[in-house]
T-cell receptor, first 113, second 111 residues
Framework: DTAVSQTPKYLVTQMGNDKSIKCEQN?????MYWYKQDSKKFLKIMFS???????INETVPNRFSPKSPDKAHLNLHINSLELGDSAVYFC????????????FGPGTRLTVL | GENVEQHPSTLSVQEGDSAVIKCTYS??????FPWYKQELGKGPQLIID?????GEKKDQRIAVTLNKTAKHFSLHITETQPEDSAVYFC??????????FGAGTRLTVKP
């Protein structure tokens, strides 16, 4: 019974395509994040969502757009994929106001050819 | 905003030895400092954390120390085992704000 799950685990696609990565959590947390981890393992926050409101956008290109259909999901849509988008993307969650601890999903490895 | 620096970037130790990873932070308002372990092909997992009102915390073979004056904190792993091999991340945040992560340390424990 995974707390934070992501699909797909691997995604290989061509430059210029549009793709989505899904994230689901069953922890009941109200804040969800997307991180990008590059080849050097550096974790960079991309977005956070709290109660369906975007509260952080760390200068990410507008080709990336998070969408939250409900409190348990935060999906990442990427348009016009570029080679530099190749990375591992992690979803994470936190219970706002209760703890600072973030719980990470297993990651999605995106490869753009 | 907060800036977290982590050293070393790679660390190799013999099984049974101790390992120490150090981080510094820039924002004196930061009050929560977690450490995450990331194994190959997995997401980061919290292993220990400390708040600014505590100077040290231990959990079996791992411990974290915090020096608020110097704005640095460290992870100590004693009696290292091969399964401790992973990438370790430190992070810092202000209560209810989002975290900033260090660049990670790749720890290798040689049997």
């Amino acid at each position: 019974d995974t707390a934070v799950s992501q699909t797909p685990k691997y995604l290989v696609t061509q430059m210029g395509n549009d793709k989505s990565i899904k994230c689901e959590q069953n922890l009941g947390h109200d804040t969800m994040y997307w991180y990008k981890q590059d080849s050097k393992k550096f974790l960079k926050i991309m977005f956070s969502y709290n109660n369906k409101e975007l509260i952080i956008n760390e200068t990410v290109p507008n080709r990336f757009s998070p969408k939250s259909p409900d409190k348990a999901h935060l999906n990442l849509h990427i348009n016009s994929l570029e080679l530099g988008d190749s990375a591992v993307y992690f979803c994470a969650t936190r219970e706002t106001g209760l703890t600072d601890t973030q719980y990470f999903g297993p990651g999605t490895r995106l490869t753009v050819l | 905003g907060e800036n977290v620096e982590q050293h070393p970037s790679t660390l190799s130790v013999q099984e049974g030895d101790s390992a120490v990873i150090k981080c510094t932070y820039s924002d004196s308002a930061s009050n929560y400092f977690p450490w995450y372990k990331q194994e190959l092909g997995k997401g980061p997992q919290l292993i220990i954390d400390i708040r600014s009102n505590v100077g040290e915390k231990k959990d079996q073979r791992i411990a974290v120390t915090l020096n608020k004056t110097a704005k640095h904190f460290s992870l100590h792993i004693t009696e290292t085992q091969p399964e401790d091999s992973a990438v370790y991340f430190c992070a810092a945040s202000i209560w209810n704000n989002d975290m900033r992560f260090g660049a990670g340390t790749r720890l290798t424990v040689k049997p």
